[in-house]
T-cell receptor
Framework: EAGVVQSPRYKIIEKKQPVAFWCNPI?????LYWYRQNLGQGPELLIR????????DSQLPKDRFSAERLKGVDSTLKIQPAELGDSAVYLC?????????????FGPGTRLLVL | GDSVTQMEGPVTLSEEAFLTINCTYT??????LFWYVQYPGEGLQLLLK?????DKGSNKGFEATYRKETTSFHLEKGSVQVSDSAVYFC?????????FGKGTMLLVSP
């Protein structure tokens, strides 16, 4: 079974430029999460989707971050414009429906460096 | 709010040594508790979990017991291997949100 797929794996951009990350969750997983992991820290939730609906985006900096999950499958996270402090690893995770929500399956992440 | 505190690393051990990584948490209610492992260049993988007090999670020789009285979920392994070298994250879950600790790096030498 294929795991959570993310691309690109690495991205280097200059500040004020836009950037987008893509995530393909495990087939059949209706819940999708985006996390940000700063260096030396644990992941922190940015947004959670149940199918197409963003049900928790309280930690998403909405002035520059946006996300979408069209058709309830793939998802894109965008930053515009990027700032130096956005340098981090952006992790996507998914979990299956109903009773097994405790288990979140993580992708390898996209490592962003803003210069 | 919810929080997880882990012992700082790196933890450096020789192969076959006993491992303990301490984890304590602060949360209201009855969270589920998890240990995730992150190998170099890879995403986080669930190592083990416990969903209620006194439950013991175990996997690949690792164990952790949910201690509500001490709000702890310490990770243990009786004999570590070089391949166990990784970063270990303790986490709690209330509702659908995972809250992670900062992670503890484990380095095992032959």
């Amino acid at each position: 079974e294929a795991g959570v797929v993310q691309s690109p794996r690495y991205k280097i951009i200059e500040k004020k430029q836009p950037v987008a990350f893509w995530c393909n969750p495990i087939s059949g997983h209706n819940t999708l999460y985006w996390y940000r992991q700063n260096l030396g820290q644990g992941p922190e939730l940015l947004i959670r989707y149940e199918n197409e609906e963003a049900v928790d985006d309280s930690q998403l900096p909405k002035d520059r971050f946006s996300a979408e999950r069209l058709k309830g499958v793939d998802s894109t996270l965008k930053i515009q414009p990027a700032e130096l402090g956005d340098s981090a690893v952006y992790l996507c995770a998914s979990s299956p429906p109903r009773t097994v929500k405790e288990t979140q399956y993580f992708g390898p992440g996209t490592r962003l460096l803003v210069l | 709010g919810d929080s997880v505190t882990q012992m700082e690393g790196p933890v450096t051990l020789s192969e076959e040594a006993f491992l303990t990584i301490n984890c304590t948490y602060t949360a209201t209610g009855y969270p589920s508790l998890f240990w995730y492992v992150q190998y170099p260049g890879e995403g986080l993988q669930l190592l083990l979990k416990a969903t209620k007090a006194d439950d013991k999670g175990s996997n690949k020789g690792f164990e952790a017991t949910y201690r509500k009285e001490t709000t702890s979920f310490h990770l243990e392994k009786g004999s570590v291997q070089v391949s166990d070298s990784a970063v270990y994250f303790c986490a709690l879950k209330r509702y659908s949100t995972l809250t992670f600790g900062k992670g503890t790096m484990l380095l095992v030498s032959p």
